[in-house]
């Protein structure tokens, strides 16, 4: 079975310093990753996603995720962080002929001013 | 924005009914997945449904079931519905493996 995990509950950043947001997977085979974002009250907004191909993925409003086979990690990150990216992050994992995403707990990021 | 819609917004229920929720999917989606989302967790996966069949199922009872239409639009119905099941339901449909979310519909149960 696959799942994701994220080691943090709450990630705390200055405005302007980077960001790092961790994940780690476990997945037989070969996993789809996932990183989505979630504003109060909303649905889930995809960011990027890691299929196949290079270990850089670069996604929406200048995020993106390095895939490290070895480490089974697919950490979120991005060089200057912006108050407006406050939020709840999720990971998530699919992976086989099905299509089901399996979701980390969410970490929450706060960028202060 | 994504094209995913869900109706209604928010539900509020009293234990033992029954509830019924849509979602329309963006347009040339074919497979519409369902998830529930508990305050403060991250989303669980309830099924699945590709070209009108359920193709994949989570760890959730039978009382939780779903339908897809022909214009691949969905309902997730709960029946006796217990106070656990006040969460954020999300619908999220996809044509590869990016899945696209709809807002989601709030339901309490009381």
């Known amino acids: 079975a696959q799942s994701v995990a994220q080691p943090e509950d709450q990630v705390n950043v200055a405005e302007g310093n980077p960001l790092t947001v961790k994940c780690t997977y476990s997945?037989?085979?070969?996993?789809?990753l996932f990183w989505y974002v979630q504003y109060p009250n909303r649905g889930l907004q995809f960011l990027l996603k890691y299929i196949t191909g290079d270990n850089l993925v670069k996604g929406s409003y200048g995020f993106e995720a390095e895939f490290n086979k070895s480490q089974t990690s697919f950490h979120l990150k991005k060089p200057s962080a912006l108050v407006s990216d406050s939020a709840l992050y999720f990971c998530?994992?699919?992976?086989?002929?099905?299509?089901?995403?399996?979701f980390g707990a969410g970490t929450r990021l706060t960028v202060k001013p | 924005e994504t094209g995913v819609t869900q109706s209604p917004t928010h539900l509020i229920k009293t234990r033992g009914q029954q509830v019924t929720l849509r979602c329309s999917s963006q347009s040339g989606h074919n497979t519409v997945s369902w998830y529930q989302q508990a305050l403060g967790q991250g989303p669980q996966f309830i099924f699945q449904y590709y070209r009108e069949e359920e193709n994949g199922r989570g760890n959730f009872p039978p009382r939780f079931s779903g339908l897809q239409f022909p214009n691949y639009s969905s309902e997730l119905n709960v029946n006796a519905l217990e106070l656990d099941d006040s969460a954020l339901y999300l619908c999220?449909?996809?044509?590869?493996?990016?899945?696209?979310f709809g807002p989601g519909t709030r339901l309490t149960v009381t």
């Open positions: 998530a994992v699919s992976h086989g002929t099905y299509n089901d995403m399996r």
């Open positions: 997945v037989s085979g070969n996993p789809y």
């Open positions: 999220a449909s996809s044509l590869g493996r990016e899945q696209d």
